[in-house]
């Protein structure tokens, strides 16, 4: 399994970004769950939000209302929309995958995730 972030890029304070995920290797149907982790600069990773194989999703609290996590099954892809953009927004995302239908409460933790991408870089002045 393969991911390829896309998207990042430098925006001002209030802009939007979209971010998308490519899943390829033939996997994508074997994948469960999909999320979207960031990690800003001198920072640990933490979960952005997470969408289930039932279309359950989840959101770390105060992105709520801000950013929404979709995915479009006939291209393969997890998009995550990210508006009114801060600068604390700033940091390296990563999009992860895994195979198991991975539990609510346990949707933004890392270590549920055992694919992941290389990171796409967002930075908001």
């Known amino acids: 399994v393969q991911l390829v972030e896309s998207g990042g890029g430098s925006v001002q304070a209030g802009g939007s970004l979209r971010l998308s995920c490519v899943v390829s290797?033939?996997?994508?149907?074997?994948?469960?769950?999909l999320a979207w982790f960031r990690q800003a600069p001198g920072k640990e990773r933490e979960g952005v939000a997470a969408i289930r194989w039932d279309g359950v999703t989840t959101y770390e609290d105060p992105l709520k209302g801000r950013f929404t996590i979709s995915r479009d099954d006939a291209k393969n892809t997890l998009h995550l929309e990210m508006n009114s953009l801060k600068p604390e927004d700033t940091g390296m995302y990563y999009c992860?995958?895994?195979?198991?239908?991975?539990?609510?409460?346990?949707?933004?933790?890392?270590?549920?995730?055992?694919?992941w991408g290389q990171g796409t870089q967002v930075t908001v002045s």
């Open positions: 992860a995958a895994d195979r198991r239908s991975v539990s609510l409460n346990r949707l933004l933790v890392e270590a549920e995730y055992t694919y």
């Open positions: 290797g033939g996997q994508y149907a074997y994948i469960n769950t």
